[in-house]
């Protein structure tokens, strides 16, 4: 969810760019697509690091034996059906991509948390990250005490250098 302010500093940015920015509302799939994204990760965590986790599992951090524990409770089955959402989701992606350059969002629900403990909260960039779409990160925007807030343009799939392109856009 967005801060107040990360909304305003947001729309400000929309208003701004209004000639080249279009606002659409997410399709409906988006949504189903943070749970896709968790039955995959946590199963191919639970896959890759089970062995970690019964060897050595007073090293590895709570999110990670989280994720272990959490996927190896999804069945195969969950596990086929999401990697199938995953490739559905990317093809609708490409349809949208036919009607635009590039897709913009705010990278985080707020400022960046102090320090070097967290990279912070990865939940504005699953759904780019499920599809394997080139997605960069720009602090362009202000947030609580004159904070950076991102922005990120998303690109078309083997796109990078398009996607790049545009951010330049964005950050000068």
């Given at each position: 969810?967005?801060?107040?302010?990360?909304?305003?500093?947001?729309?400000?940015?929309?208003?701004?760019?209004?000639?080249?920015?279009?606002?659409?509302?997410?399709?409906?799939?988006?949504?189903?697509?943070?749970?896709?994204?968790?039955?995959?990760?946590?199963?191919?965590?639970?896959?890759?690091?089970?062995?970690?986790y019964?060897?050595?599992?007073?090293?590895?951090?709570?999110e990670?034996?989280?994720?272990i524990?959490?996927?190896l409770?999804?069945?195969?089955?969950?596990?086929?059906?999401?990697?199938?959402?995953?490739?559905?989701?990317?093809?609708?992606?490409?349809?949208?991509?036919?009607?635009?350059?590039?897709?913009?969002?705010?990278?985080?629900?707020?400022?960046?948390?102090?320090?070097?403990?967290?990279?912070?909260?990865?939940?504005?960039?699953?759904?780019?990250?499920?599809?394997?779409?080139?997605?960069?990160?720009?602090?362009?925007?202000?947030?609580?005490?004159?904070?950076?807030?991102?922005?990120?343009?998303?690109?078309?799939?083997?796109?990078?250098?398009?996607?790049?392109?545009?951010?330049?856009?964005?950050?000068?």
């Amino acid at each position: 969810m967005l801060t107040v302010f990360q909304k305003k500093s947001f729309n400000k940015f929309i208003l701004n760019n209004k000639k080249i920015v279009k606002v659409e509302t997410a399709p409906k799939y988006f949504e189903d697509m943070i749970d896709c994204h968790t039955i995959i990760y946590e199963t191919e965590m639970a896959q890759n690091f089970h062995h970690y986790y019964k060897t050595s599992k007073g090293k590895l951090s709570i999110e990670i034996k989280r994720a272990i524990i959490n996927g190896l409770k999804h069945s195969a089955k969950d596990y086929a059906l999401a990697l199938d959402a995953m490739r559905t989701y990317s093809k609708n992606l490409d349809s949208i991509f036919e009607r635009f350059d590039a897709i913009i969002t705010p990278s985080s629900c707020g400022i960046a948390d102090k320090g070097f403990k967290t990279t912070g909260s990865p939940e504005f960039n699953k759904i780019w990250s499920l599809a394997h779409v080139p997605c960069i990160s720009l602090p362009i925007l202000k947030g609580e005490k004159n904070l950076p807030l991102g922005v990120q343009i998303i690109g078309k799939q083997f796109e990078d250098l398009s996607m790049l392109n545009h951010a330049k856009i964005f950050n000068n």
